[in-house]
């Protein structure tokens, strides 16, 4: 059975980081597209980042370009989301979730494009 599992949220102040992490069970990363994902109270899931890991390629969103770096480790079959410089309105749910692709694909941060979930975890950045 597919499953991924975050952890690493919590509380920190503005300017500080969190590293998430995707641990992923049932299947391996090599063919998977990695996604993770937020979603603010009152807000539709918003798509923040994702890794081929097969293809060796990412993708960002505008809103964390530049502060937040996703990688994976294969060993331990679980990727991560390094965010660095937060922002108040970067609070939200996080999520993490995986769908099948071709290792000359680059990966979508759209919703849709995913099929197996993890159940989040909150990041709230506040002083």
């Known amino acids: 059975q597919l499953q991924v599992v975050e952890s690493g949220g919590g509380l920190v102040q503005p300017g500080g980081s969190l590293r998430l992490s995707c641990a992923a069970s049932?299947?391996?990363?090599?063919?998977?597209?990695i996604g993770w994902f937020r979603q603010a109270p009152g807000k539709e899931r918003e798509g923040i980042s994702c890794?081929?890991?097969?293809?060796?390629?990412?993708t960002y969103a505008d809103s964390v370009k530049g502060r937040f770096t996703i990688s994976g480790d294969n060993a331990k079959n679980t990727v991560y989301l390094q965010m660095n410089s937060l922002k108040p309105d970067d609070t939200a749910v996080y999520y993490c979730?995986?769908?099948?692709?071709?290792?000359?694909?680059?990966?979508?941060?759209?919703?849709?494009?995913?099929?197996?979930w993890g159940q989040g975890t909150q990041v709230t950045v506040s002083s």
């Open positions: 979730a995986a769908h099948p692709v071709l290792s000359n694909r680059r990966c979508g941060i759209r919703p849709y494009l995913y099929d197996n």
């Open positions: 049932g299947f391996t990363l090599d063919g998977y597209a």
């Open positions: 890794i081929n890991i097969s293809g060796g390629t990412t």
